[in-house]
């Protein structure tokens, strides 16, 4: 149990373009997933809280705008990044709360070219 | 808010041997303390965790102590195999439902045969 998915597992995409990355808990529900980026050999980076049926949470210096995160059911967020510039490449990893701990997905690896 | 320390962030140990990684917390509410190990290119999979009303817990190879007092928790590992290299990353949570967690820098464990 506690499986999570993520689509795309990599995405290249073009400067200016939107990207989105879903994120889906397979066999439970979720009222709160998160979203992180990690940097090559660097921690997890919490980036925002994905709470289900209301704005999501953003951690300081992450900006709304920019990295859309919509939570629309019990075992679906995405992250929409939108107008990409190359210092948007990262890996960008969920994860799905309940009550047994944090369970990740695997992860997106985007490249901004 | 929390911020969690961890060290070393590499160790290199020989095959047999045991490995021991320490982590410090500044919010002496967290109460929930997971470790995850993050092989290359993967997901990070939660390993052992333990909750702040036990001091210490054990699953075969693997062991966490906690220290309230001090607000340090360590993770060891026992007769180590070359599979357990991958980076280990320890976290710190103040929610009962283990949500709002942060992490450690994480530290890159080597095992050699």
């Known amino acids: 149990g506690a499986v999570v998915s993520q689509h795309p597992s990599w995405v290249i995409c073009k400067s200016g373009t939107s990207v989105k990355i879903e994120c889906r808990s397979l066999d439970f529900q979720a009222t709160t997933m998160f979203w992180y980026r990690q940097f090559p050999k660097q921690s997890l980076m919490l980036m925002a809280t994905s709470n289900e049926g209301s704005k999501a949470t953003y951690e300081q210096g992450v900006e709304k705008d920019k990295f859309l ?3 629309a059911s019990l075992t679906l967020s995405t992250l929409t990044v939108t107008s990409a510039h190359p210092e948007d490449s990262s890996f960008y990893i969920c994860s799905a709360s309940r009550s047994s701990g944090q369970y990740f997905g695997p992860g997106t690896r985007l490249t901004v070219t | 808010g929390e911020n969690v320390e961890q060290h070393p962030s590499t160790l290199s140990v020989q095959e047999g041997d045991s490995a021991v990684i320490k982590c410090t917390y500044s919010d002496s509410a967290s109460n929930y303390f997971p470790w ?7 997901r990070p999979q939660l390993i052992i965790d333990i909750r702040s009303n036990v001091g210490e817990k054990k ?3 693997i062991a966490v102590t906690l220290n309230k ?3 340090h928790f360590s993770l060891h590992i026992t007769e180590t195999q070359p599979e357990d290299s991958a980076v280990y990353f320890c976290a710190a949570s103040y ?7 942060r992490f450690g820098a994480g530290t890159r ?3 050699k045969p």
């Open chain 1, 69 to 71: 995160i919509n939570h």
């Open chain 2, 36 to 42: 995850y190990k993050q092989e290359l290119g993967k």
């Open chain 2, 59 to 61: 699953d075969q190879r």
């Open chain 2, 69 to 71: 007092t001090a607000k």
């Open chain 2, 95 to 101: 929610r009962s439902d283990n949500n709002d967690m």
């Open chain 2, 109 to 111: 464990l080597t095992v």
